[in-house]
DNA sequence: TTGAAAGCGCTAACAA
DNA sequence: TTGTTAGCGCTTTCAA
């Protein structure tokens, strides 16, 4: 930092290097924006100066004058569970391997911020939007008519006019339900998810399904609402224990309503595994350290991030790309928080 | 969507805002920037305006212009894990009171990556930047020239130039030694943190600090080097049950660590905490949940993250505040990962 | 209290 | 293969 650079807040700029390097401005944005046709010469030359000044390309600019800013974002509903902290880390590494940066919008499930950023994100700054578990999809047609990349994680589009990318929650609620009724329980509760998410009441429908598949009549008290966090999930549990017939085991529709239910058991006097099954969905990192150690769907929820962006650098460098869901498959993760029917 | 709006990939900018209104486009910036002397009538017409055509302004081109972005910067090494969820949740809260943005930048320890991202983010789009235990300080200076805002949490500056939130390592670490050595234990392994990180160091220190004013003396057998990743632990661990005279409690400097701890204590066939005390720091939200509940020493993790956040925004209000820091006190959180000695 | 106009740093035609 | 130039949307003097 000589006296030189440390004049004013300045920035070292294209045209700083095309000064050091002896070409025009508009050679120098070739070169840094890897335009083929540029003498091989010169382009080592622009490297060079833009290497040795410390030049780094201002995003604002780029993107304002009709580039890629090289940042996608994500609208979550927040940063804390793991559910998320997986998706993101496979989001992060496979966005790292492109380099591109990451901009987080985190809406707490309040719809209308989910919205405005919505508005706000597809606005200029970043390239594209992975949407984690969205309530709200009215914007998507805006989308939709701008032809602006977005894609779908575990929740579905109506109208089938989106990129998502999920995992097989029939399917694998189905196994869960089916698992414990091959432990020989009878009387199965249900807590479900948040019901404005698809992913829920798939769960919901493999659950029933497997019940009627094996004979055991679907029981509506049995099904506690819940909405995938842990407090209503712990109310759900409550409420399904002080039935004048209790379920000996629960399936939760996902991994934290399952801490939830396994301790509102637990404060009703009554052991897991022994006096009540407990099974998750997703298998996050804490699903192996709970005690006991829960079962549960697997959902491979790195991969679905990584996919994630792979489908949305497809439409990034394809703009117009059709629709496509992918759906990856889940797995019965047995371990301890499971046992036959008392 | 009317065929007006719909027409090519257009945004709403100031200019349709002032078309709408009636007044000229540096008039609509004014409104939507805050600017004081306006009439009240035409603020009004200016914001309803804009309200009805859906505008939202362009960030690129703001910060470009010299406005401030509203965008914050943070540079985590990762956000698959406990600690950054909690304290990326405080920034965040604090930050959505204050309609500020976040911008992510995952390093992976990553010293180049964390040094271009820190160039990046520091050239242009964000207003300010968060650094959560970052490696790599060679840049602060040029941040300090450029009067660029910025706070470090959880890391020190020896220059004592940066703004710095963190919580009190030293004492936390001398008090859960202290704890350990109360319930009897004489021989107290410790898993550093990784080393670069002043708060290892610190909890290095008080570790010491506690044997020596019990007068146990200080044997550097029972110091594994770790580096606040639970694998690592899990070998620290390994080497210190291997030990000819191994500990019967040990001190690991993160929670993580202490996972790692768990497992391999318990792969040694000994129990935790009949045979070995285990004890951790940060009390993240998983620490709740293994098996045996583990007692560790908490940090307020979310209520660092809003102090930092309410020091960098202090410091983009006012530049040139000067360097302050913040350190928060931690307290021992007794759980059941340790007993008197065996 | 408001308008006109000069950039901010960059990309992408269009020329040469 | 390279240079010239017209904006992108916004903030901020400077005038009125």
Same mark, same amino acid.
């Given at each position: ?7 004013k ?6 045209v ?7 070409v025009s401005?508009?050679?120098v944005s ?6 083929e046709?540029?003498?091989d010469?010169?382009r080592q030359?622009v ?7 410390g ?7 780029r ?11 994500v ?10 902290g ?12 492109v ?21 706000a ?17 009215d ?5 939709q008519e701008?032809?602006?990349?977005y894609v ?7 109208t ?12 694998? +609620? *189905?196994? =869960?339900?089916?698992y &414990?009724i091959e #432990?020989?329980?009878?009387r199965?509760? !249900?807590?479900?998810?948040l019901m ?7 769960r919901l ?7 009627t ?11 506690a609402?819940?909405?995938f966090w842990?407090?209503s +999930? *712990?109310? =759900?549990?409550?409420? &399904?224990?002080? #039935?004048?017939n209790?379920?000996?085991? !629960?399936?939760a529709?996902?991994?934290?309503s399952a801490?939830?239910?396994?301790e509102?058991?637990r404060e009703s006097?009554l052991?897991?595994p022994?006096d ?8 996050v ?13 697997r959902?491979?929820?790195d991969?679905i ?8 650098l497809?439409q990034?460098?394809?703009?117009g790309?059709p ?5 990856l498959?889940t ?12």
């Amino acid at each position: 930092m000589d006296a030189n650079t440390s004049r004013k807040n300045r920035h070292v700029t294209i045209v700083d290097v095309a000064r050091e390097s002896g070409v025009s401005y508009s050679t120098v944005s070739r070169v840094l924006s890897g335009f083929e046709f540029v003498k091989d010469e010169t382009r080592q030359r622009v490297l060079n100066a833009a290497q040795r000044l410390g030049y780094v390309v201002n995003i604002g600019a780029r993107s304002l004058a009709g580039g890629k800013s090289k940042i996608i974002g994500v609208l979550v509903p927040g940063l804390d569970n793991g559910y998320i902290g997986e998706i993101a880390r496979g989001i992060d590494e496979e966005l790292s391997r492109v380099n591109y940066d990451l901009m987080v919008y985190t809406t707490h499930r309040h719809q209308g911020k989910e919205l405005t950023y919505a508005r706000a994100i597809a606005n200029g700054l970043t390239d594209g939007l992975l949407l984690i578990v969205p309530l709200v999809r009215d914007y998507l047609q805006a989308f939709q008519e701008q032809q602006f990349p977005y894609v779908l994680i575990d929740q579905g589009d109506p109208t089938n006019r989106s990129h998502v990318v999920d995992s097989t929650n029939w399917q694998g +609620a *189905y196994e =869960a339900t089916k698992y &414990l009724i091959e #432990l020989g329980h009878q009387r199965i509760g !249900i807590i479900t998810g948040l019901m404005e998410i698809t992913s829920a009441g798939e769960r919901l429908e493999g659950y029933k399904s497997a019940l009627t598949d094996h004979n055991i009549a679907f029981d509506p008290d049995l099904v506690a609402i819940g909405d995938f966090w842990q407090p209503s +999930a *712990y109310q =759900a549990a409550l409420d &399904l224990m002080s #039935l004048k017939n209790p379920p000996t085991a !629960i399936f939760a529709s996902n991994d934290l309503s399952a801490f939830g239910a396994m301790e509102a058991v637990r404060e009703s006097g009554l052991r897991i595994p022994e006096d009540v099954s407990i099974i998750g969905f997703d298998d996050v990192p804490q699903a192996a350290l709970v005690h006991p150690k829960l079962t549960t769907v697997r959902q491979p929820l790195d991969q679905i991030g990584r996919v994630a962006v792979r489908m949305l650098l497809e439409q990034i460098d394809n703009p117009g790309h059709p629709p496509r869901r992918v759906t990856l498959a889940t797995r019965l993760v047995v371990r301890d928080s499971c046992a036959s029917r008392p």
